[in-house]
């Protein structure tokens, strides 16, 4: 341990007698307080004891409720019911006060779940408005307005137990409500739901449920609250539908939020500050609610996290570091199985994005599917692994059919993946992401795992707060913690420096050696050239080739869909070299990232006036990065951008456009909800004039949108929407046009209609820069080229002169050297 640090052992011992401090001065305040103060104790219990319970739903699972009143209500009314009406005894009562706010919890939580954020909001309050207005209109069994009056309070031992008796049986509730709460926030059904909170899509890769397990959250979260409600009842003597109301709620989720969603004292702290700071304010009458809500606000403001999560974030700093120790562990698959795909094929809506697709993934070896942007690789993958739902074909997991199936039972039946956009569990810890994922019959080998994968850090770090290549690793660690037959990896190494790649495809083939078919979706190409047994083309969502490494880059079919025609049907209307200005954009030394690796690694780049430049590079190159740090999007963390002798670098995007450099970008990124027509006239938003002779022109260059002039763009096809997005950016009236991918995602019909509208666009002497992956288009319509490989400039010089550079062909499919 490192000197001045805190060990676990002393931490859990601190909190162990901190919290029996506490629990024992409550205790004995409440033996002999006055009953004023009797009232507010048991208060504070009851409204801590109903905060656990709302802390397993909001503070485990991350799904908000502002009915928990409700619950409260229903807990409350089944005790006053059965004690003054059947004459039950409390605690005969207490435990159906507790199923039936538990059952209706459950029931509640199957169709609320199906909607999230301020919908689920809204589907709690409704049931707490619900459940109130109930209490009123069914007078017969719930007295209407006027309540319930007479409750007994509960007796022990044949005697009365009092107000008092009532307290402290309160007190000691929320102590073991708060005991029970640690227990399940320690244990596998709270790792599950903490999971479920951070990414539902990687809690179903590794075999949990989502729906199951906050259904369970909600039930337990609504049992507390009925329990809190029912002890309520005997304390106050009777209930009325007006104790009830939605401020009642609020009060719940301010002590959760107040004290620390997730953390374990979190909901005491929370109703201590909701319950005493308005008695403690008492005295300034009218002005209390005033200085109440402007404590709350500095609360909030100085510790978003709560009380308890601001002391147990700087307990944090002064925690010891454990590091990963070596020693075997076994990841042979049980049993070891080959996945086998037949005739896959899906649609969304018109597009038709995989079809035909069959290959097999054999049990030690590397199969990778490769193919340009938008073949239906991901696709494929989401397939595999369950996400999406073939229309058609067969997905064979040795002799079990896994087509159909839901991905947390693909994930169960041994295929486990990982994802473009790394998907840990940002607020469990390293160790924490992998215990979680090994079976359960298993004994947790996390240690020796992360050793295995490369893994050098902190286990008990948040996986939130590591570095890029880290979370790649733990990811991979994670996935291989469940022994699978099959790992899916969706481009592990985007984003990591050479070396690390290098380092990655290493442990890939060490992984493929113990006898895990790997599969393997990646456009660096020396790493899947480098490690794979077999490689599958996809193109256009078609398998278009299959075979070993060497084989694939030779093919011509394959080259054609990288590079694109040899012979572009296009007549370019190049630019003599006399007719070009003097250059409009300069870019220096530009180097940008997202805190990883860098992306873009000292690059420069010139686009002179009425020329147009294609920047080209496989997936993953750089080229959007370069796009959004040239726009404004994203600002470079070195070198510099000069736009018409203007430094640009530090400028926001809005204040880029209204110097006339404008972004078209990838994915088209229409405004769906607004029709063609306020699409375009946003366009020329930042102009003092724009006139409808402008408008007309756009209609004339492109006649498609003038027959959907009133159309909500979100329906219009994928080639329209591309062809909206570029007349919105030419509406502008730009000096410098930068287009992304603007092919992408798009038939060959339509891309050459768009290109050859571009070609037009060329003819009248534009400027624009173009990214994009259809190679041997860009290279017809350009005048000059720039090859993008790994952040940094490859080759540059005349389109001619790039179209027969090795330099572009490697960028793309990698060194042909080999076999």
């Keep these: 341990m490192t000197a001045g640090r805190v060990g676990p052992g002393a931490r859990e011992w601190f909190a162990l007698a901190l919290f029996a401090a506490g629990f024992g001065v409550a205790l004995a305040f409440t033996a002999v307080a006055n009953s004023y103060y009797v009232f507010v104790m048991a208060t504070m219990a009851l409204t801590a004891v109903a905060g656990i319970g709302l802390n397993v739903l909001l503070g485990l699972t991350g799904q908000i409720s502002f009915g928990h009143v409700g619950f409260y209500a229903l807990g409350a009314y089944a005790v006053a019911i059965l004690t003054v009406t059947a004459k039950w005894s409390f605690w005969a009562a207490l435990p159906v006060a507790a199923l039936v706010a538990g059952v209706t919890g459950a029931l509640l939580a199957l169709p609320a779940l199906r909607v999230k954020g301020p919908y689920l909001a809204m589907v709690t309050i409704a049931f707490g408005f619900i459940v109130e207005h109930s209490a009123i209109e069914w007078r017969g069994l719930t007295g209407g307005q006027n309540g319930i009056?007479?409750?007994?309070?509960?007796?022990?031992?044949?005697?009365?137990?009092?107000?008092?008796?009532?307290?402290?049986?309160?007190?000691?509730?929320?102590?073991?409500?708060?005991?029970?709460?640690?227990?399940?926030?320690?244990?596998?059904?709270?790792?599950?739901?903490?999971?479920?909170?951070?990414?539902?899509?990687?809690?179903?890769?590794?075999?949990?449920?989502?729906?199951?397990?906050k259904t369970v959250a909600f039930t337990v979260s609504a049992a507390c609250a009925g329990i809190a409600g029912a002890f309520f009842a005997p304390l106050s003597g009777f209930v009325t539908p007006s104790t009830f109301t939605f401020a009642q709620s609020i009060l719940f989720v301010l002590a959760v939020i107040i004290g620390g969603t997730g953390s374990v004292a979190g909901p005491l702290v929370g109703?201590?500050?909701?319950?005493?700071?308005?008695?403690?304010?008492?005295?300034?009458?009218?002005?209390?609610?005033?200085?109440?809500?402007?404590?709350?606000?500095?609360?909030?403001?100085?510790?978003?996290?709560?009380?308890?999560?601001l002391a147990l974030r700087l307990a944090h700093r002064r925690r010891a570091t454990r590091l990963p120790r070596t020693g075997k562990v076994e990841i042979s698959p049980q049993p070891a199985a080959g996945l086998k795909i037949e005739g896959l094929g899906i649609a969304f809506g018109g597009l038709r994005a995989a079809s035909d697709v069959s290959f097999e993934a054999l049990p030690g070896a590397v199969t990778s599917l490769i193919g340009p942007n938008g073949a239906g690789k991901t696709t494929v993958l989401n397939m595999l692994g369950g996400f999406y739902r073939p229309d058609e074909g067969s997905i064979r997991l040795g002799q079990r059919a896994l087509h159909g199936e839901r991905a947390w039972r693909v994930a169960r039946a041994g295929v486990s993946r990982t994802y473009q956009t790394t998907q840990l569990f940002a607020t469990m810890s390293v160790a924490e992401n992998l215990a979680i994922a090994f079976p359960r019959c298993a004994v947790p080998e996390v240690e020796p795992l992360l050793a295995f994968v490369g893994y050098a850090g902190d286990i008990d770090a948040r996986a939130a707060d590591l570095p890029h290549v880290d979370k790649r690793l733990v990811e991979i660690a994670r996935a291989l913690a469940m022994r699978p037959s099959v790992l899916l990896l969706d481009e592990p190494a985007a984003g990591l420096s050479r070396a690390d790649k290098e380092r990655l495809s290493?442990?890939?083939?060490?992984?493929?050696?113990?006898?895990?078919?790997?599969?393997?979706?990646?456009?660096d190409m020396p790493v899947v050239m480098g490690i794979s047994d077999h490689v599958v083309v996809l193109d256009a969502g078609l398998k278009i080739a299959a075979g070993p490494p060497g084989a694939v880059q030779r093919d011509p079919v394959v080259r054609k869909a990288y590079l694109g025609e040899e012979q572009a049907r296009l007549t370019a209307h190049r630019a003599a070299e006399g007719s070009l200005g003097e250059p409009l954009l300069e870019a220096g030394r530009i180097t940008a990232g997202y805190g990883a690796e860098p992306v873009l690694n000292g690059i420069d780049l010139q686009v002179r006036e009425r020329e147009m430049v294609a920047v080209l590079g496989a997936n993953g190159a750089g080229k959007s990065t370069l796009m959004r740090a040239l726009s404004g999007l994203h600002r470079p963390v070195g070198g510099d951008v000069a736009f018409a002798g203007e430094n640009i670098s530090h400028l926001s995007a809005h204040q880029v456009v209204a110097r006339g450099l404008v972004l078209v970008p990838e994915g088209r990124q229409v405004f769906s909800e607004?029709?063609?027509?306020?699409?375009?006239?946003?366009?020329?938003?930042?102009?003092?004039?724009?006139?409808?002779?402008?408008?007309?022109?756009?209609?004339?260059?492109?006649?498609?949108?003038?027959?959907?002039?009133?159309?909500?763009?979100?329906?219009?096809?994928?080639?329209?929407?591309?062809?909206?997005?570029?007349?919105?950016?030419?509406?502008?009236?730009?000096?410098?046009?930068?287009?992304?991918?603007?092919?992408?995602?798009?038939?060959?019909?339509?891309?050459?209609?768009?290109?050859?509208?571009?070609?037009?666009?060329?003819?009248?002497?534009?400027?624009?820069?173009?990214?994009?992956?259809?190679?041997?288009?860009?290279?017809?319509?350009?005048?000059?080229?720039?090859?993008?490989?790994?952040?940094?400039?490859?080759?540059?010089?005349?389109?001619?002169?790039?179209?027969?550079?090795?330099?572009?062909?490697?960028?793309?499919?990698?060194?042909?050297?080999?076999?």
């Design 271 to 309: 109703a201590a500050v909701v319950v005493l700071l308005p008695e403690a304010l008492a005295g300034l009458a009218e002005y209390r609610l005033l200085f109440f809500g402007a404590l709350l606000l500095i609360v909030l403001w100085a510790a978003p996290d709560g009380v308890v999560g």
């Design 506 to 523: 290493r442990l890939l083939r060490r992984i493929a050696d113990a006898g895990v078919a790997v599969v393997l979706v990646e456009h």
């Design 674 to 819: 607004l029709t063609v027509l306020d699409n375009l006239r946003l366009g020329a938003f930042l102009r003092k004039r724009s006139s409808d002779t402008d408008l007309e022109a756009m209609l004339t260059r492109f006649p498609r949108l003038r027959d959907r002039l009133h159309q909500r763009a979100g329906l219009l096809s994928g080639g329209e929407q591309q062809m909206l997005a570029i007349a919105r950016g030419l509406m502008a009236k730009p000096r410098l046009l930068l287009l992304d991918e603007p092919s992408r995602g798009l038939a060959p019909t339509v891309i050459n209609d768009l290109f050859a509208a571009l070609d037009r666009l060329r003819a009248e002497a534009a400027t624009i820069l173009l990214v994009d992956q259809m190679a041997g288009l860009a290279l017809a319509l350009a005048d000059r080229a720039y090859v993008i490989e790994s952040g940094r400039i490859v080759a540059s010089g005349p389109a001619s002169a790039i179209a027969s550079d090795r330099a572009l062909e490697k960028a793309y499919l990698g060194s042909t050297g080999g076999a």
């Design 149 to 213: 009056m007479g409750i007994p309070q509960p007796s022990a031992f044949g005697l009365a137990l009092g107000e008092r008796g009532v307290a402290i049986a309160a007190i000691l509730l929320a102590a073991a409500a708060t005991i029970a709460f640690r227990q399940l926030a320690r244990s596998r059904w709270g790792s599950a739901m903490r999971a479920v909170k951070d990414s539902e899509v990687a809690a179903e890769s590794i075999g949990l449920d989502p729906v199951r397990v």
